[in-house]
Nanobody, 131 residues
Framework: QVQLVESGGGSVQPGEFLTLSCGTS????????IGWIRQVTGKEREGVAC???????????DFIDSVKGRFTVFRDDAKKTVSLHMTTLNPEDTGVYYC?????????????????????WGQGTQVTVSS
């Protein structure tokens, strides 16, 4: 059974950083794309980042333009966690962040950071950036 559990949200001031962690179970990280999606009340969900394992067994990540250079993804295979490290946060980064997953079709290339149609979702964790 696929399970995703986020942690690490909180309230910070503009310019500060946060790291969100996603604990995974029930599947192999090598076989799934992991996505980070955020949602602000009253707005549509927004894909922020995605990560996957390529044929060379290295993991890669991609990000939407508004977070490139500020957000990075780390993966700990031993702990089966995927972390989203967010720096230089601004109020536009505020929202509930969800860790999501979908099984990758064979021969799929890359991942789409704007994707929101994942099959599995965590419970979400609130990130608030304000002064």
């Amino acid at each position: 059974q696929v399970q995703l559990v986020e942690s690490g949200g909180g309230s910070v001031q503009p310019g500060e950083f946060l790291t969100l962690s996603c604990g995974t179970s029930g599947f192999s990280l090598d076989d799934y794309t992991i996505g980070w999606i955020r949602q602000v009340t009253g707005k549509e969900r927004e894909g922020v980042a995605c990560t996957y394992t390529s044929d060379d067994l290295a993991y890669y990540a991609d990000f939407i333009d508004s977070v490139k250079g500020r957000f990075t993804v780390f993966r700990d295979d031993a702990k089966k966690t995927v972390s989203l490290h967010m720096t230089t946060l601004n109020p536009e980064d505020t929202g509930v962040y969800y860790c999501t997953a979908i099984r990758r079709p064979s021969r799929e290339l890359g991942c789409n950071p704007t994707r929101v149609d994942y099959d599995y979702w965590g419970q979400g964790t609130q990130v608030t950036v304000s002064s």
